[in-house]
């Protein structure tokens, strides 16, 4: 799984953190896991919201 890295028979967490020294504190939590194979990877989190906007295609 994931080029030979990970250890397949397990699920795998990570937890990345950013922004809290500042007072934006953002997290992003992630979970790998094997399913007959394949990677499924799920990915959450919080953050703080610095700017919002639209964008608009044409």
Known sequence: ?????????????FKIAQGH???RPG???SQISNRKGTPVVKVGG?????????LQVH
């Open 1 to 13: 799984m994931l080029e030979g890295i990970l250890d397949p028979t397990i699920a795998h967490h």
């Open 27 to 29: 997290d992003v939590n």
């Open 21 to 23: 020294s500042m007072r």
């Open 46 to 54: 919080q953050a703080v919201t610095m700017i919002a906007g639209e």
